[in-house]
């Protein structure tokens, strides 16, 4: 089963020891991220892609132009956490 992560662009989330930034929404079911080994990728709500070894991430259908929801598979030991805002 599949985690899901309510996402906007510029938000950074860690996996493991790796993270990964939404570069973009480019479209209702695709969006580019960019992960801790400098590749960006683009993503669908067709298909899971493999960003990180072990670590598949995907979207849900029809993504609004602001928020996403990511869906990333991974193994269970691998901690899954959101960034924090910097305090202002």
Known sequence: MALVLGV???E?????DHWLT???I?????????ASTGSKTA???SRMTEIISDVWVSLEP????????LLLE?????????RADPPR
Not at 12 to 16: G, L
Not at 27 to 34: E, K, M, S, V, Y
Not at 74 to 81: D, E, K, L, S, V
């Open 8 to 10: 906007k662009v510029g």
């Open 26 to 34: 480019d479209g209702r079911d695709t969006a580019t991220l960019i």
């Open 74 to 82: 991974a193994p269970r030991h691998f901690p899954i956490t959101r």
């Open 43 to 45: 993503i669908c709500s």
């Open 62 to 69: 029809n993504a609004s132009r602001s928020r996403l929801r």
């Open 22 to 24: 939404i570069l973009s």
């Open 12 to 16: 950074v989330i860690d996996i493991a």
